[in-house]
């Protein structure tokens, strides 16, 4: 075990963007749904709003005079969500379209929803 770091993959992709609204599938936050504020591809994970939130000691600064307990998103593994349909009301796989513009569009995998504007 002389390497303890994750492995950060180059060529990553993740399935989700920022602004998407997912439900994580697995973990001690599985159930809860929120807004993707930060997506970090190389290492597959993203920071969800209101998910794996984690309790940071800060020091005293201009900004915070007093210092104290900080609450804070913490990222998690992109594998754990999926992204949330609002037409179906549940988590969903999503498919990518081509418009006859060209353009590529993600659409939801069963009711063909567009998560692209």
């Known amino acids: 075990m002389a390497n303890a770091k994750a492995k950060i993959n180059a060529d990553a992709k993740v399935h989700v963007k920022k602004g998407d609204t997912v439900m994580v599938i697995t973990g001690k936050s599985a159930g809860k749904k929120g807004k993707v504020l930060e997506v970090q591809p190389k290492k597959e994970r993203l920071v969800v709003e209101g998910v794996n939130v984690v309790k940071r000691h800060s020091r005293p600064t201009q ?7 900080v609450e804070k998103e913490a990222p998690i593994a992109s594998s754990n969500v999926m992204v949330f349909c609002s037409k179906c009301n549940s ?5 990518k379209e081509t418009l006859s513009n060209g353009k590529k569009i993600r659409v939801c995998n069963k009711c063909g929803e567009a998560f692209d504007k």
Do not use: E, L, Y
């Open 91 to 95: 988590p969903r796989r999503i498919n």
């Open 63 to 69: 900004k915070m005079p007093q210092g104290g307990i």
